[in-house]
């Protein structure tokens, strides 16, 4: 199974990015997803969640009510879209492909790993 994760770049603070990660594999229609993200000296943090139907998300708080997860799993695709972004969003954001069909917070209930794809917000 391979994640392709794109639309990162650089953007300045309070600007708009939507990335998107595209999975090899159609069984993760049934499979959550998430979003996590590590900046430079610091480690993974979960950002975004999404259940197999779309219809449960969680966020970490920091992002909530600026970045918004989706998914259309008939392109087997699940999208972040940041909206208000701040320097210290500053990151590599990864995809990644639950154990289950649910929405979780927790790195240790995901199997599959995208390659990650740099943000950078600029002040």
């Known amino acids: 199974v391979q994640l392709q994760a794109s639309g990162g770049g650089l953007v300045q603070a309070g600007g708009s990015l939507r990335l998107s990660c595209t999975v090899s594999r159609r069984t993760s229609s049934n499979n959550g997803m998430g979003w996590f993200r590590q900046a430079p000296g610091k480690e993974r943090e979960f950002v975004a969640a999404v259940n197999w139907r779309g219809g449960d998300t969680y966020y970490t708080d920091s992002v909530k009510g600026r970045f918004t997860i989706s998914r259309d799993n008939a392109k087997n695709t699940v999208y972040l879209q940041m909206t208000s972004l701040k320097p210290e969003d500053t990151a590599v954001y990864y995809c990644?492909?639950?154990?289950?069909?649910?929405?979780?917070?927790?790195?240790?209930?995901?199997?599959?790993w995208g390659q990650g794809t740099q943000v950078t917000v600029s002040s």
């Open positions: 990644a492909v639950g154990r289950s069909s649910a929405a979780t917070t927790n790195a240790e209930r995901y199997q599959y």
